[in-house]
């Protein structure tokens, strides 16, 4: 039962994904089915409409995030069904929801939650643990985002998890619940064999000729040969757009002037301190008492400056830095928590020690220990990165003007490839072998592709042999084809097959036999009751590999077991028949304590998903949501 999510964690994220947090977006359709029209746009939830293109651009993100999940096991056409848009519809649908109930709640994140939040990133950590403010940087720039747009998306998310987390972490499943299914799952039963191999039948079945004849008849769709496509083809992608974009020097120039901010590595400053406790808002004796006893260390540093990390380990009140000696590694500007402290640490000069400050903490002294100034990197260091930018940005520009070209082009001059090929630079490629369905032995040619196959074997491609339309067969790429030739459809004759037909004829009737043989040795076994002919016992557990035949196995574990002994038949496919006596039925002597821990946590977490399906369920009804387009025109473009 759990086995399969232990050793199959990945693909458990992705169910996860698409399966439990839906399960606080997913509702059935018909719950917010609506009669609207378009322009109430898609959906609607707390009276804003969720738009065609916002629809359209979730579909895409979703695309996109499970590419990068999947890698190469990534299917596009899982995400082309109306299933699938619906689901996103919901998503989206979810997550207005959401989103209306945390501003109606007035949820928020404090500045200093989100600093700890962004700062325990693990991304952004060097590896010395210290905060990686070039890498925090680089990171939301790649997400197309600045710094106070981050900071917004993350405040918004910790909010989100802040309203969802408190029904998912509460929830928990009875002890009586999680033992029983842990129970079912520790069952050991034990089993004895018998098999009917198929072969040892083979030598009494008798192949005639009607018996071939029939079965080429009967299943024709296995003899045939399907119809093929020899095609000419362009591919317009990235590559044919990057040989039409140059950036200049005087561009480069331009853009690091006007970033140079960009290109500079902030000063870093490593300071110690140490710390005599004295809350904001304690009691004038007891900040009195601190502040005295602060500066009496501080006399005494001034007098061992050397001394410093000795005398911090020593006196130090701050648990986290005393035994480091008041080490406080590298401070980044607007991440340490007392802003008097961070200014104070950027007023000194290396190796200065500070006179007392004054925090919510209390009163620090502090020691600068090591400096490292800013630097700016050169032109010539920050060109091929700038180069580099400004070369995307023209060519994300320049793709869709391309695009159009081509599109127009292979449409409107539609007897050739060449004036497309010849305009855009493009090299026209053959294929032989196309047909109607993806073939595994192309792999990952654009033409293998569902929308290219559905194009080419159009009535307009195959019998007038025009150009297709152009098929977006992965993001930015684009394929247009032409036929070039083709073969219909056929059968093979029978002379050609027969020899396969009598192997597979031969092969089905000894199954026959030996499934006969088998349920009359059953049959005799219930009547009896006894073990005759039965082979050794094995035991056979759901946490364990199996001992017999995985089918098998499957088979004598769904078993009626409540009258011992129990007997099940089974057909084991491409060998035979296969009898098992069930004699005993328990539990195993020492049972896996840890497993069962981690499957009552994995219980627990079903049901907190539960709950938040039917929370999230309830601020849908809340939000008055509703969805306007019915589910057979999913996928339709309407009008804005």
Avoid: C
Wanted: aromatic share 6%; no cysteine; proline share 4%.
């Amino acid at each position: 039962m759990f086995e399969f999510i232990r050793t199959h964690q990945r693909v458990m994220q992705i169910l996860l994904l698409l399966l439990i947090l839906p399960s606080f977006v997913l509702v059935g359709v018909s719950s917010y089915q609506d009669r609207g029209g378009s322009s109430d746009g898609v959906a609607t939830v707390d009276g804003k409409k969720i738009t065609q293109q916002e629809w359209e651009n979730a579909q895409r993100r979703q695309i996109d995030q499970a590419r990068q999940m999947m890698g190469a096991q990534f299917d596009q056409k899982l995400f082309d069904t109306p299933e699938a848009k619906q689901a996103i519809l919901d998503n989206l649908v979810a997550e207005r929801a959401i989103n209306a109930e945390v501003a109606r709640s007035n949820l928020t994140v404090s500045d200093a939650v989100l600093v700890k939040a962004i700062s325990d990133i693990q991304q952004f950590r060097k590896p010395d643990g210290s905060f990686d403010k070039e890498g925090y940087y680089a990171a939301i720039a790649a997400q197309g985002m600045n710094e106070q747009q981050f900071n917004a998306r993350m405040r918004h998310d910790m909010a989100v998890q802040q309203l969802v987390g408190s029904i998912q972490q509460t929830a928990f499943a009875p002890r009586t619940v999680s033992n029983r299914l842990s129970d079912i799952n520790d069952q050991e039963r034990e089993v004895q064999e018998q098999l009917f191999p198929a072969a040892n039948f083979v030598g009494q079945v008798k192949v005639t000729d009607d018996m071939l004849k029939a079965f080429y008849d009967k299943n024709a769709a296995l003899f045939q040969v399907p119809e093929t496509v020899k095609a000419e083809y362009v591919v317009f992608n990235a590559d044919a757009v990057e040989k039409s974009v140059t950036v200049s020097d005087a561009e480069i120039a331009d853009a690091y002037n006007k970033n140079k901010a960009r290109f500079t590595t902030p000063e870093k400053r490593s300071a110690s301190h140490i710390l005599i406790n004295a809350p904001a808002g304690a009691k004038p004796a007891d900040d009195a008492a601190a502040k005295a006893k602060a500066q009496a260390i501080l006399d005494e540093v001034r007098k061992n400056p050397a001394d410093f990390a000795k005398i911090a380990k020593a006196q130090s009140q701050d648990p986290g830095s005393a035994e480091l000696g008041g080490d406080l590694g590298n401070i980044e500007r607007g991440v340490f928590p007392a802003k008097q402290v961070e200014d104070t640490i950027y007023s000194l000069k290396d190796g200065a020690i500070s006179g007392l400050v004054r925090s919510d903490f209390g009163y620090h002294i502090i020691k600068l220990t090591k400096l490292t100034p800013a630097t700016q990197k050169s032109l010539d260091d920050a060109k091929p990165e700038i180069a580099a930018e400004l070369k995307k940005t023209k060519m994300s520009s320049k793709y869709s003007e391309l695009a159009e070209t081509f599109s127009n082009t292979v449409y409107e001059q539609a007897d050739s490839l060449k004036p497309v090929a010849d305009k855009l630079g493009l090299t026209i490629q053959t294929v032989d072998g196309l047909t109607r369905t993806p073939n595994p032995a192309l792999g990952t040619s654009p033409v293998n592709n569902d929308k290219f196959l559905k194009a080419i074997f159009s009535s307009d491609a195959l019998t007038n042999k025009r150009n297709t339309e152009a098929v977006e067969v992965a993001p930015s790429t684009l394929v247009a084809g032409r036929v070039v030739a083709s073969k219909p459809a056929s059968k093979r004759p029978f002379a050609e097959v027969e020899g396969i037909i009598r192997q597979r004829v031969t092969q089905e009737e000894a199954t026959r036999l030996a499934r006969q043989a088998g349920e009359a040795k059953l049959a005799a076994a219930r009547a009896s009751g006894d073990a005759s002919g039965f082979g050794d016992v094995k035991v056979v557990s759901r946490t364990k590999e199996p001992t017999i035949n995985q089918t098998a196995a499957l088979a004598v574990l769904k078993a009626d077991t409540s009258k011992l002994p129990a007997y099940v038949g089974v057909e084991l496919p491409g060998q035979g028949y296969g009898v098992y006596r069930i004699a005993k039925v328990s539990q195993p002597a020492q049972p896996d304590t840890a497993r069962r821990q981690q499957e009552a946590e994995q219980i627990a977490n079903a049901v907190g998903g539960g709950e938040t399906y039917g929370f999230v369920e309830a601020l849908k009804h809340k939000a008055k949501a509703k969805i306007n387009v019915k589910s057979a025109d999913l996928g339709v473009k309407q009008d804005q």
